[in-house]
């Protein structure tokens, strides 16, 4: 009969063939759902960006789905936004073929949605009625579903604040947390994805894992930090770098009552912030790579790491460009979907850095003495687990 500790320090059973592919399967899901947030910003970006996010005066999320169908529709959906502040003080007389245009902006960024919960809630039904998911991350991914629902009423709330009296746009705050929490999701999803990955080709040390997840954090905070810029229009002013009105420190941060209001609706306190953070984003990042290039030489951490630098970098000066050309359509665009990458690269190195410190401390732990298997093991499952 074999003794405890020999039970404790024999390795994992491997997992099964059927197992292996049930956790791809579930990984590739993740990840494509992934990309469909992605998709999702940037066509949310395009619909900021060509003015066309109150067209659609009304939520419904069911009957919605169907588009204007004949000329009589087309005309009673007109009416409706004529009505509305944006069409009296920013686009009286336009034609009905233009306001067709800014409609199927606002009709597919609404369909497309829709066509994520269903991708997103119909496999995790099969997943999880196959057994192919444990509680932890079942849960996981309910709760991610349920922000993707609050979502849904988020963005509605943001265009209703788009149409009351004398408003021309959404509220900026409004704004921000919509994409915020997008952005939100999309790091779940790859966290969660980056978490069924069973490759550990290293042991890394606690700085550097506590730094990377450091790093999400503040990508999020810049995420949030350029929705304010986006939902006050700050990048159509101070279009020059690397000073703003001819100072590094600009004159004026402060000039609204009461002070806190600043944040969201001086457009100089607005864009400031955002440069700021851009900046400790950038040097932490490439403090960052270097720590893991030095520490963890040839390792995918400080690959990733690396990148990691390399994507933050390319993504600053794509700001700066964006800012330098007053916020074309494709800058716009780009620094937005670049956004989402950066954002992707950092949650996928967090979690595969947290999944490495912690291969090391449960190594730790066996070698300190006999430890329990756990109740998954006992039972002989092999379903994926959350992150």
Known sequence: MSSPSAISLAPSPAPTAAASRSRRAVRTWLFVMAAL?????????????????????????????????????????????????????LNQGMSLSEFQVIYGWEW???LLGRLIGLAFFVPLLVFWWRGQLDRRLGLSLLGLGLLGGLQGAVGWIMVASGLQPGMTAVAPVKLAL???????????????????????DEVVAARLSRTALLLMVLVLVQIALGGLVAGSKAGLTYNTWPLMDGSLVPSGLFSGTPWIENFVDNVTLVQFNHRLTAYALLILAVIHALDARRIAPGTGAARRATALAGLVAAQASLGIVTLLLVVPLWAGLAHQVAAMLVLGMASAHARLCRASRNARLGRASRDDGPSRPSRDDRLGRSAPRAA
């Open 37 to 89: 947030v992605v998709a999702m910003v940037a066509v949310g970006g395009a619909t900021r960006l060509t003015g066309s996010g109150l067209s659609i005066t009304e939520w419904k999320p069911v009957t919605g789905a169907i588009p204007p169908l004949s000329a009589e529709a087309w005309a009673q959906e007109f009416a409706k936004y004529q009505a509305t502040p944006q069409y009296k003080l």
């Open 178 to 200: 919509h994409l915020t929490l997008a952005s939100a999701i999309y790091a779940g999803l790859v966290w969660l994805a980056a978490g069924l990955d069973r490759r550990r």
């Open 108 to 110: 597919g960024h609404r």
